[in-house]
T-cell receptor, first 112, second 112 residues
Framework: DAGITQSPRHKVTETGTPVTLRCHQT?????MYWYRQDPGHGLRLIHY???????DKGEVSDGYSVSRSKTEDFLLTLESATSSQTSVYFC???????????FGPGTRLTVL | GESVGLHLPTLSVQEGDNSIINCAYS??????FIWYKQESGKGPQFIID?????DKRQGQRVTVLLNKTVKHLSLQIAATQPGDSAVYFC???????????FGQGTRLTINP
């Protein structure tokens, strides 16, 4: 699992509530990513980070924000969760100069 | 656990047969490709990669073929085993982009 953990692993919340998902890595990799996985859409990039405090948007960033205040942690926040954000969220890391990404175990989020 | 969608293309093969999983990629400028395997309840796992200057690459029981003319990628699994049951994704990127674009995936099921 390349030393990647995600927390929580499962969460049920209500529409309109804020939610923060955490990705933690133990190996000081520079690049970190957040994806969501939905039926019929595969894996879609939400946001990614290329260093501490350096982040950029992916293809489905609306409604999400991220923060990376230290190398090992990459946080994904849903400021006001909506039912359309019910999904499985995966964090991934990659080494600088390498293209392959290694994934965490995922977080299943249900927004009621 | 976390799972992939219910409406994926599905390939069913007999145990011991060879499997061929296909992927049509979208960007003619893509020059690096990866195959991932995702078992039920887990994150995607790197299987094998190939660069655009190659037509074929072999790993342990797996072979990836790349046809740039028709933007087609395939993954061949030899002597398919029950443990090969999973969803398989192809991913593409352009050198320097440090981001991957994933296909929708194919579900491989093994018949005993």
């Amino acid at each position: 699992d390349a030393g990647i953990t995600q927390s929580p692993r499962h969460k049920v919340t209500e529409t309109g509530t804020p939610v923060t998902l955490r990705c933690h890595q133990t190996e000081n990799h520079r690049y970190m990513y957040w994806y969501r996985q939905d039926p019929g859409h595969g894996l879609r990039l939400i946001h990614y980070s290329y260093g501490v405090k350096d982040t950029d948007k992916g293809e489905v960033s609306d409604g999400y924000s991220v923060s990376r205040s230290k190398t090992e942690d990459f946080l994904l926040t849903l400021e006001s969760a909506t039912s359309s954000q019910t999904s499985v969220y995966f964090c991934a890391i990659s080494l600088q100069g390498a293209y392959e990404q290694f994934f965490g175990p995922g977080t299943r989020l249900t927004v009621l | 656990g976390e799972s992939v969608g219910l409406h994926l293309p599905t390939l069913s093969v007999q145990e011991g047969d060879n499997s061929i999983i296909n992927c049509a990629y979208s960007n003619s400028a893509s020059d690096y490709f990866i195959w991932y395997k995702q078992e039920s309840g887990k994150g995607p796992q790197f299987i094998i990669d190939i660069r655009s200057n190659m037509d074929k690459r072999q790993g342990q029981r797996v072979t990836v073929l790349l046809n740039k003319t028709v933007k087609h990628l395939s993954l061949q699994i030899a002597a398919t085993q029950p443990g090969d049951s999973a969803v398989y994704f192809c991913a593409e990127t352009v050198q320097g982009a440090q981001k991957l674009v994933f296909g929708q995936g194919t579900r491989l099921t093994i018949n005993p």
